[in-house]
């Protein structure tokens, strides 16, 4: 009996790195518009993702993309993909 493994569609984000301070860490803060249910408003929504950036790459205010991966610590399930865009100065 054959038995077919489901592979799990990784999430991605993109962010803006707002904290760097951490050895191999970086807290990216990302941002949604969603939709008001009773005001039919969009409403602009963040959340803080901690990443693993091992090679201590990303600075903050650059943008970056991350993708959902195994959990590394109690915070961390996110690593860094790609550094999009990196921040003037």
């Keep these: ?3 077919t493994q489901k ?3 990784k999430r991605s984000m993109t962010g803006v790195v707002v904290s760097d301070k951490m050895d191999k860490t970086a807290v990216v803060k990302v ?3 969603v939709k008001h249910s009773t005001y039919k408003k969009f409403v602009k929504k963040s959340k803080k993702y901690r990443v693993h950036d091992v090679e201590n790459q990303c600075s903050i205010g650059d943008q970056v993309q991350i993708t959902e991966c195994r959990p590394i610590s109690k915070d961390k399930c996110w690593r860094l993909s790609k550094v999009l865009d990196k921040a003037v100065g």
Excluded: H, V
């Design 1 to 3: 009996m054959q038995e």
């Design 31 to 33: 941002s949604t518009k």
């Design 7 to 9: 592979k799990r569609i």
